[in-house]
């Protein structure tokens, strides 16, 4: 097989890269080490800044996100019992975010890649890179056992934390940042509609929840937990007595409970790799950084690494400059290292940190009072949270 980009992974900077690839008229063929609907059946983001929504746009995968995707124009913070309202739009000049699981961004973009005929190989195993540090990339793998080759002019990489992309880099030509946080979050989504019709970020004794959605009718709910909590010890009925005991008192009685669709522990880290272009190979999405949930920042940072690299692509290949691959690392981690700094501003604001202790928790609760109080200071957490621009 032979194509313009070999892209390894199909989550949503795959999938995205691919999209915006194909509308310009350049080949791609996507290597995906899952099945399709292994891809769909992971529940994860859930918040996109209004740039993820108009590079999606461009995708032309858009349609139904604008016909279903809950537009929010401002966040609640919880602490001391009381909730406090950010006023995102009003403080940034009108902008949203748009409550939309990452389920049904991927879901459009599967179909719009199948419908436009693009080629996607799922269940492919044992992908391995050779060749990306000079003119004539191949990746090799195996699908249903046969092994395969597919020559490519670049590879991107966009195949998540655990990928295979970032490990094929020689370790003297890579850099690593990481901070491990001593906690995870338990998450439970379930048919109920939500417990207040925008987003709740709560600092609590216990530690931190987070009341989300994904429509109306389906609320998203998380609470900190041992980084190595079992999900097994957490019943439904456990889940629920520990949320309503960290929400304020309205929050508290207006919470409907249900049956748990999922149950999940998500592990929190902050992580960057530098540089992300190694010759023809360019690394995006999670497999070249990590921020905590908290903050929403995951799926829209693989996001706006996407627009600078296809766009670095499109000029490539339709306009014969390399001006853009070139500043392709530069430019990303600029926003990145941005994302990265609010995403731990977030968290390490919001959830119980044990060896803080007392004067810690102090600190927090005068932040965030300073945060309701100030019009500078919500300002601030408002440019952030809809997404600093490109
Ligand atoms: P991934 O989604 O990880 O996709 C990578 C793909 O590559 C996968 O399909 C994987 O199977 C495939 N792959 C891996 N290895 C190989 C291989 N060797 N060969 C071939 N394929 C391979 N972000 C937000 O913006 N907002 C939120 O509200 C938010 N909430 C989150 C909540 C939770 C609980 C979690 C866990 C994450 C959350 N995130 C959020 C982060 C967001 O989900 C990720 O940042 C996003 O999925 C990154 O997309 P990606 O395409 O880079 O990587
Ligand atoms: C969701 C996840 C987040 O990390 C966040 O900050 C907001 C919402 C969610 O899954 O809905």
């Known amino acids: 097989m032979r194509t313009q980009v ?44 209004s740039g993820t929504v ?31 309202r950010i006023d995102l739009a009003g403080l940034t000049g009108g902008k949203q975010v748009t409550v939309y699981g990452q389920t049904e961004v991927t879901r459009d973009l599967m179909e719009a890649r199948s419908a436009g005929g693009a080629r996607t190989v799922y269940e492919a195993a044992g992908v391995h890179l050779e060749g990306f540090g000079g003119s004539r990339p191949v990746v090799h793998f195996l699908k249903g056992g046969i092994a395969q080759t597919l ?64 429509s109306m009718t389906r609320s998203r ?28 008192p309205e929050a ?4 409907t409970t249900g049956p748990a669709l999922e149950k999940s522990v998500a592990r929190l880290r902050s992580f960057v790799a530098e540089p992300l272009r190694f010759g023809r190979l360019f690394l995006a999405g999670d497999a070249a950084h990590i921020v905590p949930p908290t903050g ?21 290949f339709n306009g014969g400059s390399t001006a853009g691959l070139d500043a392709y690392s530069t430019k990303a981690l600029a926003r990145i290292w941005k994302a990265e700094r609010f995403s731990w501003w977030m968290t390490s604001m919001l959830h119980r940190f044990p060896e803080v202790g007392r ?13 309701v109080s100030s019009e500078a200071a919500s300002a601030s957490l408002a440019e952030n949270y809809v997404g600093l621009p490109y």
């Open 6 to 49: 070999a892209i390894i992974g199909a989550g949503p900077a795959g999938l995205l890269l691919g999209q915006l690839l194909h509308r310009e008229g350049i080949d791609a063929v996507i290597l995906e080490r899952r099945s399709a609907d292994y891809v769909l059946g992971r529940i994860r983001a859930g918040v996109l800044e």
């Open 54 to 84: 108009d590079l999606i746009a461009r995708a032309g995968c858009d349609q139904r996100l604008r016909q279903e995707g809950l537009p929010h124009d401002g966040v609640n913070l919880c602490f001391g019992g009381a909730r406090h």
């Open 151 to 214: 020559e490519c002019d670049f590879i991107a990489g966009c195949d998540g934390f655990h990928g295979v992309c970032r490990q094929s880099v020689p370790e003297r030509a890579i850099e690593t940042f990481e901070r491990v946080y001593p906690f995870g979050w338990l998450g439970l989504l379930a048919d109920v509609p939500p417990v207040n019709e925008e987003l709740i970020y709560v600092n609590h004794e216990d530690g931190f929840a987070l009341c989300s959605m994904r």
């Open 221 to 248: 709910y998380y609470l900190q937990c041992p980084a190595d909590e079992k999900v097994e010890h957490w019943s439904d009925q456990r889940f629920w007595e520990a949320l309503r005991a960290r929400l304020d």
């Open 252 to 255: 508290a009685a207006a919470l």
């Open 296 to 316: 929403a920042k995951g799926l829209n940072l693989a996001a706006s690494d996407i627009r600078y690299l296809s766009e670095a692509l499109v000029e490539y």
């Open 359 to 371: 004067f810690g928790h102090k600190i927090q609760l005068a932040e965030l009072e300073y945060l």
